[in-house]
């Protein structure tokens, strides 16, 4: 077995990076070394030597010793420019920018085939579950049925918190943010952007699909107020923001959407910061994934796992793509929901297919009703913050 | 990327065989095509064409046109030859006879390295759980601590009838029987052998430690009885079989016993024939995976993804091996054990280490106290059907 001496440049040096950092130092048997971080604020006090760090990303890029860029800033424009100049250059990469990754899997597809160099980005979706890796090394000959699950570590933490603790909203989301769960402008997370990020690209690598973000419609958990939380609460239930690619009809159905769960689930018992992912395939029926979904030194390893397999000769095939089966997006399927609003007029009601539950009091209306996925994306009504909805299963 | 076409040589047209048929011919995307199959009884009826059939195994070893051979018959010696014949005949093999590869890894392992040719045997542990190629491609360069969890099938749904339906011990095992998960000869599952193997095939994989399988203590739960359950009972708790792995003080120990479970645990979900492995590592902590552990299709479709691997030059690399840290195997440590048994003097009690309960009644005694793994293991009183064991964690 022959392995590589590895030399790193990597970009940024926030929570993942000292994830990495940490975890790389206490690794034995794997050959890589940091050569050079290039990051934005040369002031900033750092942890550790000088002599690691510059500001000029060229430093890394045009150093022909450096053999793997790993790209771990916050800025998606600079993340890709650094992506797509590296591959270029015939620099393997590994990353973990979610959003960069999931808005440009065309573009960085291609530039992975036109210059034979390897992306690998396993660290951007769920952390330490090694899903990327199994659902392109082992489901790729298995009729697979869908990919969902919990895939983002502080909405899943807030909820917890709300379901087992009983703490506020407001409360449970500034607990995450201490805890390094949440980003300080938690947007992407509790509107389920980040989960949708990671959905797209679990989309491709398991059927071969490629979505652009904005073609698939997620709603988060900003929404949530107590008489959801006891809504569910009444009905013995919890519940979940919920990433989900589900083969139907020929097509896939892809949304990010927060789901009242009841009864025996085996996401119920996925907690705080913890992702899990459900594989369902046609032979071996439900699979099953749970790990660590947030925190730096989860996503570290999980880059470093990358950089290792690199020393390997590692590199995602896409054999779904290969494949030639690959199956288009649609919105056009039905939905069970619970949407709760605050007065008669603020929803249109006529969007929906059929109702089969109506409740009104002075402060709170809802409906029970089957509804059509693209009616739900393209709903003015929805934006208003008076406004949720739960999917029903 | 480029396929090769391959031809499959296979031995054994049981359950498993007939459901590595059934997948590959519901499979698109995979080059690999059926050339013979070598049966012991010609005269049995088969449900394919009977030109598929051979009883000479030259037919498959001595063909050069076949790349791959897939080994799926119940005798372990044979099974062994045929697979050793194989490799030196330079035929890649997939095999998911557990026994016999935890009998004889060390000179499976010597074979593929002198040989050059792979050997993949997803299939022998958890079916459907890809846990061998994760420990692989994943785990090696994180400092792993354990790799535990539920991986027979046939006993885990004994045991789900038993805590989830009330059905005594013989009822719930009948079942397991005609429902496929569980052998006519119940021995290797019930007293924890099957296991046993498939932890022996992980320690390797997980830690680069080689054992034989007689030095691993396993302990099954063909000596519960109802008071055993009533006592899992009474504390609201549930009895799982164990196989586990755990770095402790610079070595591993590792042995199968059955677990008293209470309070919110992974592994009590896991219910029926689901398999559930727990992999716990410093960095990213624990990761759980769970998936169908047996029936002929969870474990034909782990064969199938060996042969799609092949199909990409995959073979393991053994990497903890090749990192030469490998822990030694010991069994001297202490374990917090409940031991029940019929009456004075038919267990000696001066093997425990300390002793913190004591109950006596006229049916039933039992102990709780710290034994000494070692000590457990060589314990001819254990024997005794009437004696029973569970360890308390």
């Known amino acids: 077995m022959e392995k590589k001496l590895i030399n790193l440049g990597i970009f940024g040096f926030g929570c993942v990076g000292q994830g990495l950092y940490e975890v790389l130092n206490k690794t034995r048997g794997i050959n890589a070394r940091i050569k050079k971080i290039c990051i934005k604020d040369p002031d900033k006090p750092r942890p550790i030597d000088q002599s690691y760090f510059t500001t000029d990303k060229e430093d890394i890029l045009s150093d022909p010793s450096i053999d793997v860029v790993v790209e771990l800033i916050n800025d998606t424009a600079a993340a890709f420019d650094i992506v797509a100049t590296a591959l270029r250059n015939g620099k393997a990469v590994v990353s973990a920018s979610k959003r960069m990754i999931a808005e440009n899997l065309g573009t960085l597809y291609t530039l992975q085939q036109q210059y034979h160099v390897p992306f690998l980005y396993e660290g951007a979706c769920c952390a330490s579950i090694p899903i990327i890796r199994n659902l392109e090394e082992y489901y790729d000959n298995d009729l697979l049925n869908a ?114 769960i009841t009864g025996h689930h085996l996401l119920s018992d996925v907690s705080n910061e913890y992702n899990g992912i459900l594989v369902e395939s046609s032979f071996s029926e439900n699979q099953f994934f749970v790990g660590k979904g947030a925190g730096g030194t989860a996503t570290g390893s999980a880059v470093l796992s990358d950089i290792s397999a690199l020393t390997y000769n590692y590199h995602y095939e896409y054999k779904k793509i290969a494949q030639r089966n690959s199956l288009a997006l649609t919105n056009d399927i039905q939905l069970k929901i619970y949407l709760r609003y605050k007065k008669t007029g603020q929803v249109d009601l006529a969007d929906f297919y059929t109702i089969s539950e109506k409740y009104e009091s002075p402060d709170n209306h809802y409906v029970v009703g089957m509804i059509n996925l693209e009616k739900l994306k393209n709903a003015a009504w929805l934006q208003n913050k008076g406004v949720n909805l739960l999917v029903l299963e």
Chains 1, 2 share one sequence.
């Open 147 to 260: 990919v969902e699950g919990i895939c983002n570590g502080s909405t899943n933490y807030i909820l917890t918190k709300i379901f087992e603790e009983q703490l506020d909203f407001d409360t449970a989301l500034r607990q995450a943010q201490e805890k390094g769960f949440a980003e300080t402008d938690p947007t992407l997370d509790i509107e389920g952007f980040d989960p949708k990020f990671k959905i797209c690209i679990l989309l491709l690598h398991a059927f071969g699909t490629f979505v652009q973000p904005d073609e698939v419609f997620n709603f988060g958990i900003s929404h949530l107020n107590d008489f959801d939380i006891n809504y569910a609460r009444q009905r013995s239930g919890t519940i979940k923001l919920i990433a989900k690619c589900r083969r139907q009809n020929g097509h896939v159905v892809t949304y990010v959407l927060p789901h009242l």
